[in-house]
């Protein structure tokens, strides 16, 4: 892992985040144009990118990315797709998109887990353990949007034994 990307996840864990839904709309313009010029520059680990997404609300952070996009054109994550094998960048993207999808970027982590040969069990113990108390539901309703296919039954096909239990219970699923 780069340099760069612990000065993004030290303050992304660390930081106050205020939680509310109060919006600062000239913020938010003012903050598009920073983050507009800083990607441009490709100035991708900029103090003041990291900043942003670091002690923004999810509110204030939506309306600022969606101030950018108005504004320049372009989704952020787009724009920072410039170098795709780029380690940092791509942290960007993933640190943007669970910002303001979580359902969505949670969604593609079990996805991942599951649709491959061998299922990767940390990244579904992962996901299912640390959201089965926050948002577990939305995210099993974005699995099956986007695979057909209900999260539960995913699990069953995938793991056996008191694993496939564990997770069943956890993911909210109750036998009859």
Do not use: W
Request: hydrophobic share 35%; aromatic share 8%; net charge neutral.
């Amino acid at each position: 892992m780069c340099l760069y990307s612990f000065q993004l996840l030290l303050p992304l864990v660390s930081s106050y985040r205020y939680e509310g839904e109060e919006v600062n709309m000239t913020l938010a313009k003012t903050e598009a144009k920073l983050l507009h010029e800083k990607i441009s520059d490709k100035a991708y680990s900029d103090d003041d990118v990291i900043r942003v997404l670091a002690t923004r609300s999810k509110a204030q952070i939506n309306a600022t990315l969606n101030h950018y996009k108005n504004e320049y054109g372009n989704d952020i994550n787009k724009d920072l797709k410039a170098d795709p094998k780029d380690e940092f960048l791509a942290l960007l993207r993933s640190t943007v998109k669970c910002l303001v999808y979580p359902e969505k970027y949670f969604e593609k982590v079990l996805r991942l887990a599951i649709n491959r040969r061998g299922t990767d069990e940390g990244a579904l113990t992962r996901v299912v353990c640390t959201r089965a108390e926050v948002d577990l539901k939305i995210i099993a309703d974005e699995y099956q949007r986007r695979n057909s296919v209900p999260l539960t039954r995913a699990i069953v096909k995938d793991t056996h034994g008191d694993y496939e239990k564990l997770l069943l219970v956890l993911a909210g699923h109750v036998e009859n």
